[in-house]
């Protein structure tokens, strides 16, 4: 066991990624880089990073500002619950824990949006507390040096990984273990096309060996993936929209979009304009269809999404038609609201 730490621990000061939130041992530094590289490339989570730094350089400050602010800041990185339990965790540690971030384990994982493995790396990352970090990256390693073929995604499979991986993990080095094992299974024993041929594991490792590379490790569900189709309505009158924010229990909450009406299948323009559900929304206020988009298509990690945009002038005032929490804005200052990717990109394409 010890044979695996060092190896991991000394390949890692030889090839790792100089990274900001590694020249630090600021929990609340550590935490913020934690939640903003979950399901994210590097490269698309550094800049994120550098800009909540700058803003917010304490909890305190990210604790005070508007929710708005903080979702217009994460705009494009995904997964918008990340970023409001971020903001919920921030109130938490500046009103009963003084700023302060806690330092036990058992304290960390009770605040919002932080799990076993976030938990485990910021203590160890802050505190070097010997508590094992478990990501995809470490199941990697794991599975496929050990030969491990129960599934990552069983309740069994978490349980062994984790118990391997605490009675591997180097006790007075923990942050630094910690980190080398993340970083191997990031850049060295990548999910395709690993660097087997260069490996410091290469001799112990078991998929290496019995050419189970691709094999490992084994995962037991398919995630179903359902589609939706989203026909956005544009309203526009002289120099203003409407738009809505998004409450309901669904992708995208806290977020900006534009009126919409979901339909289960791909619908045609007719079918639309004479819908029970158009012709709630626009009443008896008259209206002259400007321009119809084409698709847009926009994959979640469980969804794919098929949108149309309908760019409609209506002849009244916008504040006459009646949606829920929706708010009139000029046109020019759609670009400051807090939106979904696809709906900024729609307004990217179209110069709004």
Known sequence: MKVFSDKIIRWYHQN?????????????????SEIIMQQTRVEQGMPYYLAFVKAFPAVKYLAKAPNDRIMKMWQGLGYYSRARNLHTTAKIIQEKHNGVFPKSFDEVIKLKGIGEYTAAAIVSFAYNQPHAVVDGNVYRVLARVFGIKTPIDSSKGKKDFLKLANEL?????AGIYNQAIMEFGAIQCKPLNPNCSNCVLQAMCYAFETKQIN???IKEKKTKVRNRYFNYVVLKNKNETLIKKRTEKDIWVNLFDFPLIETAKKISLDDFFNSAEWEKMIG???????????EYKHILSHQ??????????VSASLSKI????????????????????????FLEENQL
């Open 284 to 294: 008896k206020n008259k209206y002259v269809v400007k321009k119809v988009s084409g």
């Open 322 to 345: 009646k949606i829920n929490n929706g708010l009139v804005v000029p046109i020019k200052s759609l670009s400051k609201q807090a939106v979904p990717r696809l709906i900024d990109k």
């Open 16 to 32: 790792k990624r100089d990274l900001p939130w590694r020249n630090t041992q600021n929990p609340y530094f550590i935490w913020l």
């Open 304 to 313: 794919k999404i098929f949108a149309c945009f309908y760019e409609v002038e």
């Open 215 to 217: 094999e490992l490790p």
């Open 169 to 173: 993990i180097d006790k007075k080095n």
